[in-house]
T-cell receptor, first 112, second 110 residues
Framework: NAGVTQTPKFRILKIGQSMTLQCTQD?????MYWYRQDPGMGLKLIYY???????DKGEVPNGYNVSRSTTEDFPLRLELAAPSQTSVYFC???????????FGPGTRLLVL | GQSLEQPSEVTAVEGAIVQINCTYQ??????LSWYQQHDGGAPTFLSY????GLEETGRFSSFLSRSDSYGYLLLQELQMKDSASYFC???????????FGSGTKLNVKP
């Protein structure tokens, strides 16, 4: 099992550009999450999904969009990148009946 | 809204015991988790307390008091590899939705 994989590992974007952060899990988890972590801070929930076709906003959804067409994939879309979106983005997944969240390695995003 | 407080930094020596506290204010509280994160790495799950009391997993223990809105992580027999950031996170609602604290950086010295 690869667990939770994320691509790319690192990306530099110019202000106003768009990109999609990819997240895939091979553990057949129903629940998936996107977090952002600013330097020296905790994780903030951006969006989460309880199954294919079902998504909901977290604490900081503005500037982001998500979709969940399959159990395995949960991409995060940035439409108009802003410097405030410079952060490390973590994808995670879990079973509904377990509290353990399994995190991917993260994507470091720099918006200049 | 949700509010979690934990110390920003703790220093201890190898072999010692350290306690990292977490106090929270939240609505819809279900439980408290702890995660470890090494510099440049991803968070990894340590423990979850859904009920009051102590949960022990090897050198790590976690405690919850729902009436005091308080929990702690206890690390025993500290090792250099325990140097990392530790985050408490409250579970809110029934969909494994978690809100994280800002983290406590643990420095273990020889």
């Amino acid at each position: 099992n690869a667990g939770v994989t994320q691509t790319p590992k690192f990306r530099i974007l110019k202000i106003g550009q768009s990109m999609t952060l990819q997240c895939t899990q091979d553990m057949n988890h129903n629940y998936m999450y996107w977090y952002r972590q600013d330097p020296g801070m905790g994780l903030k929930l951006i969006y989460y999904s309880v199954g294919a076709g079902i998504t909901d906003k977290g604490e900081v959804p503005n500037g982001y969009n998500v979709s969940r067409s399959t159990t395995e994939d949960f991409p995060l879309r940035l439409e108009l990148a802003a410097p405030s979106q410079t952060s490390v983005y973590f994808c995670a997944s879990s079973f509904p009946e377990e509290e353990t969240q399994y995190f991917g390695p993260g994507t470091r995003l720099l918006v200049l | 809204g949700q509010s979690l407080e934990q110390p920003s930094e703790v220093t201890a020596v190898e072999g010692a015991i350290v306690q990292i506290n977490c106090t929270y204010q939240t609505s819809g509280f279900y439980g408290l988790s702890w995660y470890q994160q090494h510099d440049g790495g991803a968070p990894t799950f340590l423990s979850y307390n859904g009920l009051d009391g102590l949960e022990e997993t090897g050198r790590f223990s976690s405690f919850l008091s729902r009436s005091d809105s308080y929990g702690y992580l206890l690390l025993q027999e500290l090792q250099m590899k325990d140097s990392a950031s530790y985050f408490c996170a409250v579970k809110v609602g029934n969909f494994n939705k978690f809100y994280f604290g800002s983290g406590t950086k643990l420095n273990v010295k020889p």
